[in-house]
């Protein structure tokens, strides 16, 4: 069965203090690895999609990267904007429709 | 107009009640989404329109029926809720099938309480 494991639930950064967050992945196919950004009440905001083993995509302090196995997002200097969840999300080739999310890492970056 | 528009934002019902989430949008998108979220759990599928055709997860109850009016409408349909069901809807629509086109965007959910 298809499986999205996100790691650490939690996370609190100095500002400042570069980190990384895990999302590892069992899909049968993988058409495409999406990460989303969700203030609390409010709907995921769409960061990033990787579609292949070697990709990386950027935006301002935010990294995302891609093996056969899992994906990072690595968050350089953050701020304490930056403070959300993030979560991780995974398309499966066989079934377009679906999208299997992980429970997200909660990130708390104080000033 | 990139937006995913939700109403009602907030909703609080009784276990008798008949109510309705409405989602709208303008981006000509073929594929909208109903997703549920509890507190502090990923988004859960609920059901699925696209390109006109409706797919739903058998695991949710007969109490929330989908309806779509129009390829950007899509509407929620409660009755007879039970408190387990409070929770964040959150609506979404995606672009297409092809690739670039796959990611979800979504309103901002209608945060659901029922007493």
């Known amino acids: 069965e298809d499986q999205v494991t996100q790691s650490p639930e939690a996370l609190r950064l100095q500002e400042g203090e570069s980190s990384s967050l895990n999302c590892s992945y069992t899909?049968?196919?993988?058409?495409?690895l999406f990460w989303y950004r969700q203030d609390p009440g409010k709907g995921p905001e769409f960061l990033f999609t990787?579609?292949?083993a070697g990709e990386e995509k950027e935006k301002e302090r935010l990294k995302a990267t891609l093996t056969k196995k899992e994906s990072f997002l690595h968050i350089t200097a953050p701020k304490p904007e930056d403070s959300a969840t993030y979560l991780c999300?995974?398309?499966?080739?066989?079934?377009?429709?679906?999208?299997?999310f992980g429970s997200g890492t909660k990130l708390n970056v104080k000033p | 107009d990139t937006e995913v528009t939700q109403t009602p934002k907030h909703l609080v019902m009784g276990m008798t009640n008949k109510k309705s989430l409405k989602c709208e949008q303008h981006?000509?998108?073929?594929?909208m989404y109903w997703y549920k979220q509890k507190a502090k759990k990923p988004p859960e599928l609920m059901f699925v329109?696209?390109?006109?055709?409706?797919?739903i997860n058998e695991s949710v109850p007969s109490r929330f029926s989908p309806e779509c009016p129009n390829s950007s409408l899509l509407n929620l349909h409660l009755h007879a809720l039970q408190p387990e069901d409070s929770a964040l809807y959150l609506c979404?629509?995606?672009?297409?099938?092809?690739?670039?086109?796959?990611?979800?965007?979504f309103g901002s959910g209608t945060q659901l309480s029922v007493l």
């Open positions: 979404a629509s995606s672009q297409g099938r092809n690739r670039g086109e796959e990611k979800l965007f």
């Open positions: 899909v049968s196919g993988l058409r495409g």
């Open positions: 990787l579609y292949s």
């Open positions: 999300a995974v398309q499966d080739v066989y079934n377009f429709n679906k999208f299997y």
């Open positions: 981006m000509g998108h073929r594929a």
């Open positions: 329109y696209s390109y006109e055709k409706l797919s």
